[in-house]
């Protein structure tokens, strides 16, 4: 579509209006500069508990207020805290792996990295610590199924909703909500009783959370008090760690995903990595938080998976007060959408864009690009309030798989990723097997 009518054009989505741009100038002002004319995304009638208080839904004041309080649970002390649990769940992963690269010598990707971000998601969010993840029997991952790839995902009335926001209190609701959902909830809520009756310290996220959240005031005739009673904090709380999971899942292990196909098919990238990781846990003992610090090229690679295979394949906020850019005006109630894929391979912005080049992240590179035409996590004060911790957990698994495993391609290995068609959430991969061999 930008092909044909430029980087900037307008559609309807049933009854509303939608710009599409890759306009980096747009993009800056939509998102950054003019922030407060675009503060959410398309709105949705949702009164289900739970669901209706998720930071990606909820709206203006109300948004600001949770996401200021969710905000400190991704501070660089707290999400050290939680890095512990990232490296055990990555450890676990290679005795897993061990196994299979002696037995089948192949790796369904997508289902064992699929499996390592449940159960750090499940330790971080659920507080559970769970045996035999990944297994065919396992109800984490099949309820996860349920919730991610619904059958009604490969369906054109998934899009009722998003064409028409207004019906999802009533039409989309069962289909946005399915059954599965409630074995989640229903697992947070247990876990938030307990807790409530409890002393100990887990340095989770529901901890971290419920802290920050309690903590959050507001100022009432020149007093400070809490904003939540109790049981408001229990909802918001329960809210946010299942919109972790949805949220954080399956676009950390999709990357992840893609990450290992990438290295599969650019040998000389892994080897340039594998040679940096071996160096840097030489001089600290273990793949850790403080391993990954200041470790540039880790952070290069990622950023190109994420540049050519961006999970979210759109970016959307809608305008709230009406304002005009070079002759383009834009009324309450449009829609701006950044669709990812076109932006990510712009010639304009990045040249030789099919090719798999973690140094055009380098500092010193003359083609870096500029931070405003990279949306792979959105851009601005809405962004992905995850990202910090979805890097954390991703560069701390590449770093222990790349140090313990080669990757390489098999005959099941396509040439250039595919994906699965559908027509809401993450870009899913298919037939992302790879070979794996352990480097001992
Ligand atoms: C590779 C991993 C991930 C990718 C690519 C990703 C991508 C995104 C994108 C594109 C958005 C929309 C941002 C915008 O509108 O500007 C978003 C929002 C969000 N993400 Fe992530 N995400 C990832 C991991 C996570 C994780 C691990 C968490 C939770 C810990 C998370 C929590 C959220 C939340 C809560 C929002 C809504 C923010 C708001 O509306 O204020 N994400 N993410």
């Known amino acids: ?19 599409f741009t890759t306009d980096i100038n747009l993009i800056k002002s939509v998102f950054v500069k003019d922030f407060d004319h675009f503060v959410n995304r398309r709105s949705f009638e949702v009164k289900r508990k739970v669901f209706r208080k998720m930071l990606s839904i909820i709206q203006d004041k109300e948004w600001k207020d949770v996401r200021s309080s969710v905000t400190p ?28 690269a002696e037995t089948e010598g192949k790796l369904d990707a ?7 971000t449940m159960d750090v998601i499940a330790r971080s969010a659920f507080g559970m610590t769970i045996d035999n993840l990944g297994g065919k029997d396992d109800p984490f991952m099949t309820k996860a ?3 991610f790839n619904p059958p009604a995902n490969k ?12 019906l999802l209190a009533y039409a989309g609701d069962r289909i946005f909500f399915p059954k599965a959902f409630y ?28 802290e920050a959240i309690m903590e959050h005031t507001k100022t009432v005739n020149g007093k400070q008090v809490p904003i939540w009673n109790r049981e408001e904090v229990d909802e918001i709380v329960t809210s946010q760690s299942m919109l972790f999971l949805l949220a954080g899942f399956d676009t950390t292990a999709t990357t992840l995903t893609n990450s290992a196909f990438l290295l599969a098919r650019n040998p000389e990238v ?27 090229y880790v952070d290069h690679v990622i950023h190109e998976v994420l540049r050519m295979y961006p999970p979210v394949p759109r970016v959307e906020r809608a305008c709230n007060k009406e304002v005009t850019y070079n002759g383009i005006h834009i009324k309450k109630g449009v829609v701006v959408t950044v669709p990812t894929f076109p932006l990510h391979y712009d010639e304009e912005y990045y040249p030789d864009p099919y090719r798999f080049n973690p140094d055009r992240w380098d500092p010193e590179s003359e083609i870096k690009p500029s931070p405003y035409v990279f949306m792979p996590f959105g851009m601005g004060p809405r962004n992905c309030v995850g990202m910090r911790f979805a890097m954390e957990e991703m560069k701390i698994a590449l770093c222990t798989l790349v140090k313990n495993f080669r990757f390489f391609p098999v005959a099941e290995t396509p040439e250039e990723m595919q994906f699965e068609d559908g ?9 992302a097997t790879v070979g794996i061999e352990s480097r001992s």
Request: proline letters at 4%.
């Open 270 to 296: 892994q080897e340039r990595l594998y040679e940096q990781v071996v160096r840097k846990h030489e001089k600290i003992g273990e793949v850790n938080h403080e391993m990954i610090l200041d470790f540039p």
């Open 145 to 147: 199924k349920g919730v």
């Open 155 to 166: 369906s054109a009335l998934i899009m009722i909703p998003f064409v028409f926001p207004k």
């Open 110 to 116: 997508k289902m064992q990295f699929s499996a390592f």
């Open 73 to 100: 649970v991704f501070t660089t002390g707290k999400i050290k805290l939680m890095s512990k649990m990232i490296t055990e769940c990555a450890n676990r992963l290679v005795i897993k792996f061990q196994t299979i």
């Open 183 to 210: 074995f989640f909830i229903d697992i947070l809520e247990d876990l938030i009783k307990q807790r409530s009756n409890s002393t100990e310290k887990y340095n989770d996220f529901v901890e971290v959370a419920t």
């Open 423 to 431: 027509f809401l959430g993450v870009v899913q991969p298919i037939h």
């Open 1 to 19: 579509m930008t092909a044909k009518y430029g980087k900037t054009f307008g559609y309807f989505d049933g009854t509303l209006p939608n710009l």
